[in-house]
């Protein structure tokens, strides 16, 4: 062979300076035994220099070699394992977290309404004007009884479906003193029944950064065999600041905020809001409505009563057609 010819062989793929290989023109230095590299050479690596090693001979007798580039990628790979534990650890420390943390709902029902024509349009302003009860006469302050408190539900609607209206919040539909607000209904599986209740996020708020309810919406909702219907409201308190009309804002705002959790029934069971028709007020506070109370009417410019916040929902039995 010629020595032009031989220049023209392909050159050895020793590496380069990227992937760890010696620079072109530079020899690699020879180990000192070669005993030594075969004593080495079933599964580990042969040297800390030598990072292109055959880690091991595989069944087919190639040789495997690992670049540079690659350890190092593996190497960091590996060193974060550590930090992408912690965040396991909380979520599975949260997962185990006490259930005292979700509290029983104050669910409060708005006496008469179950005799209104509709619920079509119905918003905090309605309550907030009084409630009209008679033709030709002033509207009156609309009265409030915990859900719990009454006798019993319509029981007729046991295994029925209802149409389930969310109007928005009451007294006001944008208050900056909550800073989101969200209520999930379960429903059953359609596979497994009442065995597995699946969620359904109907409606939310939030005031940051800017308020922005969700508009009113409606959904048809199977209750059980003593009208069970399950609700979650899930709220968080805004941090205090100022507002450019504070006459809007209730100098003493009682606590808002926290998750709560009930169950309708249209039963008499103890310490269960009675499902019938009606508008009803979600507490987004734990004792919002545990006694009896008259709703304020507001005048112009005058205080809501803020410490009151909740979700205004009402249920309708679906007339057979």
């Known amino acids: 062979m010629s020595a032009r010819s031989e220049r023209r062989q392909p050159e050895r793929d020793e590496g380069n300076d990227e992937d760890g290989g010696p620079p072109r023109g530079e020899s690699r230095p020879t180990p000192r035994g070669n005993g030594a590299r075969r004593e080495l050479s079933s599964g580990a690596l042969t040297g800390i220099d030598d990072v ?5 001979n595989p069944p087919s007798g190639a040789t495997l070699r690992l670049r540079r580039r690659d350890l190092l990628f593996w190497g960091g790979a590996a060193a974060l394992l550590p930090a992408l534990a912690r965040p396991a650890r909380a979520q599975a420390a949260g997962a185990d977290a006490p259930a005292d943390t979700v509290q029983p709902m104050s669910v409060g029902f708005v006496d008469g309404s179950d005799t209104w024509r509709g619920y079509r349009g119905i918003a905090a302003g309605a309550l907030n004007r009084g409630i009209r009860r008679e033709a030709g006469r002033p509207p009156e302050a609309a009265k409030v009884v915990p859900a719990t408190s009454l006798i019993a539900g319509q029981q007729e609607l046991a295994n029925e479906l209802v149409r389930v209206r969310i109007h ?13 607000a969200y209520v999930t209904v379960y429903f059953p599986s359609p596979e497994r029944g009442r065995q597995l209740m699946l969620p359904f996020t109907a409606w939310g708020y939030h005031s940051r950064p800017a308020p922005d309810p969700a508009p009113p919406t409606r959904f048809v909702a199977p209750l ?9 409201l ?10 450019r009309r504070p006459s809007l804002l209730s100098p003493s705002v009682g606590p808002v905020g926290g998750r709560f959790a009930t169950s309708f029934t249209v039963d008499w069971f103890a310490g269960r809001p009675r499902l019938q028709r009606g508008v009803y007020l979600l507490g987004l506070a734990p004792d919002t409505w545990s006694s009896e109370r008259e709703l304020p009417m507001p005048r112009a410019g005058q205080a809501r009563p803020v410490e009151l916040l909740s979700l205004m929902v009402s249920f309708e039995p679906i007339e057979p057609r």
């Open 168 to 180: 928005g919040l009451y007294p006001i539909p944008n208050p900056t003193t909550v800073r989101n």
């Open 52 to 56: 292109r090693a055959p880690l091991g």
């Open 224 to 232: 059980g065999a003593d009208g069970a219907l399950d609700f979650l």
């Open 234 to 243: 899930e709220a968080a308190a805004a941090p205090n600041q100022l507002t």
